[in-house]
């Protein structure tokens, strides 16, 4: 009978601290609120641009899909607030706290840069590189808080190595089982580590 009772009482605490992990919002890490703003304003963009009404998993397949592919319209889909938020996190990327570090800070001075259409400035316009930082609060908290074992190893094998094409972030992403990919962990990386970081780099084309 005790045991039983041990058992039960067990069963409950797991439960419940299962729930209490599985409803963290991770970006609470940022007390301003513009962690939220970005991520609301990227689904905005998303579901006005591609108009799949409530389906969520094709609109963001569609959008990974046309990452990877390099066929994704920059001139239609960003909205000019998302524009600006990409400024705003542009601006901050020097701040401790920043969600976006210098590739040279990231990695050894060995690293080989690799080129991406998407994430690496043009030689004309020499810029250091921002990369996601994959080592920061906010990943390790998607990281952390994420049921899908494939996404927690793509952030594991970014961490080693950031210095990884947009394209075949997006590609890695797609491929994640339907109902491990409509988690919230996995939307708030693809907003941050793929859109986001896309219109940092394309930004100064809006004007």
Known sequence: ????????????????????????????????????????????????????????????????AEVASLSLDLRKLPSNNSIQLARVFKKKSSDPNSIWVKLSDYENQEATKKASPY?????????????????????????NNSASDDFQNIISTLEEDGNVSTSLIAQRIYYIPDKKFKASEIKKFIAFDIYYSILMVIEKAFG
């Open 119 to 143: 994430t690496n400035p043009s030689k004309k316009d020499e810029e250091e590189i921002l990369i996601f930082n994959y080592r920061g609060g906010l990943i390790q908290c998607l990281k």
């Open 1 to 64: 009978m005790i045991r039983s009772r041990i058992a039960l009482i067990a069963f409950l605490l797991i439960t419940i601290f299962g729930h209490s992990q599985s409803g963290i919002n991770c970006l609470s890490v940022d007390s301003s609120g513009l962690y939220s703003k970005a991520f609301n304003s990227f689904e905005k963009d998303l579901f006005a641009h591609y108009k799949f009404g409530n389906d969520s998993i094709k609109t963001y397949r569609t959008f990974l």
